[in-house]
């Protein structure tokens, strides 16, 4: 199984969506790869759509994040991926082991944070979300 960590500065990211980049890890807890996040390059949606085909491409089973936006949450469980809620105090150690066990998992896209003003906007990020995963 592969993870990923949302990470900035070398640590757990506070936004998904802006994190500098993304660690894969695999399940001795080695890292595998720190990809740079192509959704800071890359307009809102594409870049968003941009850095779900690379956690997949990358066969990342497991996203851990801080804090994440609904509609960003909605389409990565959308694409079959796992996402756990991790602290940014905790070492990439603990990040893993709690995503191990799933102690923390994000399963509807309603645990996401709100939309805040400013955020993307355009006609097809809308979207109702019907139920939980």
């Excluded at 089973?61 to 940014?88: C, D, F, S």
């Excluded at 603990?94 to 939309?115: F, I, M, N, W, Y």
């Amino acid at each position: 199984m592969i993870y990923a960590i949302a990470t900035s500065n070398d640590k757990l990211s506070h936004r998904f969506s802006q994190s500098e980049s993304f660690d894969f890890y695999d399940q001795q807890g080695q890292r595998l790869a720190r990809i740079e996040n192509p959704a800071l390059t890359t307009s809102c949606c594409q870049g968003k759509a941009q850095l779900i085909n690379m956690l997949t491409t990358m066969g990342c089973k497991t996203v851990i994040v801080r804090k994440i936006g609904q509609k960003t949450l909605a389409k990565l469980l959308m694409a079959g991926l796992e996402v756990e809620q991790g602290n940014t105090r905790h070492s990439v150690t603990e990040l893993l082991a709690h995503a191990k066990t799933r102690s923390h998992s994000l399963t509807c896209p309603d645990q996401g944070v709100l939309p805040q003003n400013g955020s993307c906007q355009h006609a097809g990020c809308h979207g109702h979300i019907n139920g939980c995963h």
